[in-house]
């Protein structure tokens, strides 16, 4: 069994919650699998108790005071030295554990940051961000994905888990810090894909973005100095997309371009 717990949070979100247990579920034997609810009331909790009988899943249902509340639960609850965060909608890869397994066997790093493909609602894979081994982007946007980054234990802790004064960024300013501090070394894998990201979640809704804007220029003032004006003007012009028809489709093909120019 890989040293791994995957973390996955969920509230009221039965049917993205069955598309990750479906993608689990064949690779459940090789790591334990944490499942942090905010006490669902959509059949979420029925369907996690199915799991009561596996050794290697824990499950608690609880409120919370939100995503990354639920995430540090996770933490707290994990018995392994490395962790995923894998929510509800987002699926694993059916040759991940293998690769997650020979990165962790062969190199030392507290984070290792694989490659991730990102799908909507219908589970058409389509154009993302780049993911990229210049941590320098990092002052500007976030440029790992929890989604596809195995996180030591430690490194999270020392660094004092998610902070919760950033109810959308938490994992961000994670890794700001993670970056900035010293405490914890990258390691990057980005040709072998883990994961697939769910774009559907509440930091991609274009109505969260002004709330995003404030809190990455937040992050990035407190720890690099200064906030990244290209990235506000892109939250900025995302958020006003919010208010055309068809908006969120125009919005992705604008984003194509804008990243680009953050991406070169």
Known sequence: MANLTIITINYNDYNNLLKTAQSIEPLLKNFEWVVVDGNSTDGSVEFLNKYGDYENVVIKSEKDS???????????????????????????????????????????????????????SSGKLGAHRKVTDDLDKLKCYPSIPHQSAIISKDCLIKNDYFDLSYPLAADYHFFCKAWHSGYCEFGFFLD???????????????????????????????????????????????????FIPRGERLFRLLKRIILRGINS
Do not use: H, W
């Open 66 to 120: 939100g995503i990354y509340d639920a995430m540090n639960k996770g933490v707290d609850l994990s018995n392994n030295e490395f962790l995923l965060f894998l929510n509800s909608g987002d699926t694993l890869q059916r040759d991940s554990i293998q690769k997650i397994d020979d990165a962790i066997e062969n190199y030392y790093f507290d984070i290792f940051v694989f490659g991730i493909d990102i799908s909507d």
């Open 192 to 242: 072998k894909k883990i994961s697939v990201f769910y774009q559907d979640g509440v930091s991609s809704n274009l109505n969260n973005s002004l709330k995003l804007n404030s809190e990455f220029s937040r992050i990035q003032k407190n720890i690099f100095g200064r906030p990244c004006a290209r990235q506000i003007l892109y939250l900025y012009i995302r958020y006003l997309f919010g």
